[in-house]
């Protein structure tokens, strides 16, 4: 006599909900994006993304902003944005698999990146910022480079924390945070206030004040 098992299958579920937002304020199109973990010990990180979420985005206490997701790119949902500083915005996310969060964060002081300035050219040895600073807590420091000519393009990100020191103030760069020489680098100088909750390892969200320029960093 032939006995046949047969169980069900029964499919895997994600059990949770990841939201991850920086609104930059030289940038005209803010971003969310939203993904799943289906393992609270998997790294958390950008996988696939989560379509049919609703993102709203509510400022300074008015009317909600819908985000709508980009075709181009599931999970990330966009709209156009400008920050205002000193503000406080709310981010609300409702997950198609049944889980809302609310995020707030508050946007930093205006200030002014002084130098250097779009399209200058700086020597390694001597590579500095210098902005006004308005008395926000915190600012960071990103340099980005990329190069998509070559046969495995090529691309580099550093961000580290800068730190003020006057009405006016100077923060020196180490060469060792330049990657290759005799390139154009985007330098993103970002100013953020400590006034926000909701954030978590799995959930963060942050407005900046932001200046970009791109320079040249020679040898």
Not at 53 to 73: K, S
Not at 132 to 145: A, F, K, Q, S
Request: charged share 25%; net charge negative.
């Amino acid at each position: 006599m032939l006995l046949v098992s047969c169980q069900e299958r029964v499919e895997e579920k994600p059990r949770l909900t990841t939201v991850f937002a920086y609104f930059y304020s030289h940038q005209d199109t803010q971003s969310v994006f939203v993904d799943t973990l289906y393992d609270l010990e998997e790294p958390v990180e950008d996988t696939q993304g989560l379509s049919g979420a609703t993102v709203r985005v509510q400022i300074g206490g008015g009317p909600y902003i819908r985000f709508l997701e980009d075709t181009a790119r599931p999970g990330r949902y966009i709209s156009r944005l400008a920050i205002i500083p000193e503000t406080d915005y709310r981010l609300t996310v409702e997950s198609p698999i049944g889980d809302t969060y609310d995020l707030t964060s508050r946007s930093p002081k205006e200030f002014h990146l002084l130098y250097p300035q779009e399209g200058d050219t700086m020597p390694l040895e001597s590579l500095y910022v210098v902005w006004t600073d308005p008395g926000n807590p915190d600012y960071l420091l990103r340099l980005y480079t990329e190069d998509t000519l070559r046969d495995t393009p090529y691309t580099y990100e550093v961000i580290f924390p800068i730190y003020p020191n006057g009405d006016t103030s100077v923060s020196y760069i180490p060469a060792f945070f330049i990657d290759t020489v005799n390139y154009w680098y985007d330098f993103t100088i970002a100013g953020v206030d400590t006034i926000s909750s909701g954030s978590d390892r799995y959930h963060d969200f942050v407005v900046f004040w932001s200046e970009r320029v791109r320079v040249f960093v020679r040898e």
